[in-house]
């Protein structure tokens, strides 16, 4: 079975401080995504990777970025926690196809900034 | 512009009534299309993938089956624990990673 793990299931910040989401999977898959999903707005792409080192922007990239230092690890970054990030985090993954290829999704990381 | 549109919203159905969900998608070129189960405060958890215009994918009492220009989800005779969010999403014209997600059929099954 497929397993993507998040770091935290639940976490509070402050406002200014720097907040660190971690991801791992275990499929050794090439493309690994983050998400925010927000009530109303739906799931929308904040970074993905497609290969170590590499990175792409998606819809929303203002306020964060991303690390991929290992193939299996992927890390999203939040500078300076605003309130307005508070959201649903949620991390993916998938193989590299020239199709299109499912995404498998981490448990979330519920983020309160105070 | 790639678009991904789900109806309906909701959809309250009494156990063992049994019904459709609809996902229309406007892309060039289909590259597939997936189906999500999501229950609140989780992740999406992925159900089907369909690559051609008549294919079917059961899994228990749901069904999957794939058009020219939309997916349904079929949920034949359904129980309380069948109440999620589904989700549909496309491949992003011209790109091989990238999903496009419909913003999903919440469906409450009542006993």
């Known amino acids: 079975d497929v397993k993507v793990t998040q770091s935290s299931r639940y976490l509070v910040k402050r406002t200014g401080e720097k907040v660190f989401l971690e991801c791992v999977q275990d499929?050794?898959?090439?493309?690994m995504f983050w998400y925010r999903q927000d009530p109303g707005l739906g799931l929308r792409l904040i970074y993905f990777s497609y290969d170590v080192k590499m990175k792409e922007k998606g819809d929303i990239p203002e306020g964060y970025s991303v690390s991929r230092e290992k193939k299996e690890r992927f890390s999203l970054i939040l500078e300076s926690a605003s309130t307005n990030q508070t959201s649903m985090y949620l991390c993916a993954s998938s193989f590299r196809r020239t199709s299109g290829s499912e995404q498998y999704f981490g448990p979330g990381t519920r983020l309160t900034v105070t | 512009e790639d678009q991904v549109t789900q109806s309906p919203e909701a959809l309250r159905l009494q156990e063992g009534e049994s019904s459709s969900l609809n996902c229309s998608y406007t892309?060039?070129?289909?590259?597939?299309l997936f189906w999500y189960r999501q229950d609140p405060g989780k992740g999406p958890e992925f159900l089907f993938t369909?690559?051609?215009a008549g294919e079917e994918k059961e899994k228990e009492r749901l069904k999957a089956t794939l058009t020219k220009k939309e997916s349904f989800l079929h949920i034949t005779a359904p129980k309380p624990e069948d109440s999620a969010t589904y989700l549909c999403a496309v491949p992003v014209s011209g790109s091989a990673r990238q999903l496009t997600f419909g913003s999903g059929t919440q469906l409450t099954v009542l006993p």
């Open positions: 892309v060039s070129g289909l590259r597939g």
């Open positions: 369909l690559y051609s």
């Open positions: 499929m050794d898959h090439e493309n």
